[in-house]
């Protein structure tokens, strides 16, 4: 079954959740199922205070809800929601709306950079099997926008049945892990060309191992 997605237009919601304390709280609970507000803390590097309170103002704008009591049901409990979350820039979108939009694709775009910076600093440490499988590709195509649309839908579609949060351990094979799929697909923006320089700077600076010539 398809998750059910969210796009996103209430720049308030925007807003709140451009927070990489809540980014981090919102994957903890994705990844690994539900959580009290101390043990997301840790993950979060916050205290339990302050995790609790980013847990209700996810809560308020629909991100996150209370997940089954556990125990005694001192503590309350919390878990994300099964929705996929969407965010796109619309050419009649508020100026609020459009900043809010903003603020929060870089909130996702700098976690995600963060993501897979980690990965290739470490990638040297993996095991073979999980060195050959890790992959950083970028590929440039040459298509339409409704091609570009039906390749996206055809990725989402691809990956479905291996989203950690609906892919119980049980379910998956032995040896399994927590991995990462960044899907960007965009048209190329036109570069600014700077030029030719109107002089050689580097002209007179003698290249590595020369000598100047002598007058």
Do not use: C
Not at 15 to 30: S, V
Not at 78 to 103: I, R, T, Y
Request: no cysteine.
């Amino acid at each position: 079954m398809t998750r059910r997605t969210e796009v996103l237009s209430d720049p308030k919601a925007m807003r709140a959740l451009a927070h990489p304390a809540r980014l981090m709280i919102l994957n903890r609970l994705g990844v690994e199922g539900s959580a009290t507000a101390t043990e997301v803390a840790e993950i979060a590097g916050i205290t339990p205070s302050a995790a609790s309170y980013h847990l209700r103002m996810l809560a308020k704008y629909g991100f996150v809800e209370d997940a089954p009591p556990r125990g005694d049901g001192r503590e309350r409990v919390w878990k994300s929601v099964d929705k996929a979350l969407s965010v796109g820039v619309q050419p009649g979108d508020p100026p609020e709306v459009k900043d809010a939009k903003f603020v929060v694709m870089e909130a996702f775009r700098r976690e995600a950079n963060e993501e897979a910076d980690r990965a290739l600093s470490s990638v040297e440490r993996e095991s073979d099997e999980w060195r050959d499988a890790t992959r950083f590709n970028r590929v440039r195509l040459r298509v339409d926008a409704e091609e570009l649309m039906r390749l996206s839908e055809e990725i989402e579609k691809l990956i479905e049945p291996y989203i950690a949060q609906r892919r119980s351990k049980e379910a998956a094979p032995e040896g399994a892990r927590i991995a990462e799929a960044q899907i960007n697909l965009f048209p190329v923006a036109k570069r600014a060309v700077p030029g030719l320089p109107t002089e050689d700077h580097d002209a007179g600076t003698p290249a590595a191992g020369e000598g100047r010539e002598q007058e």
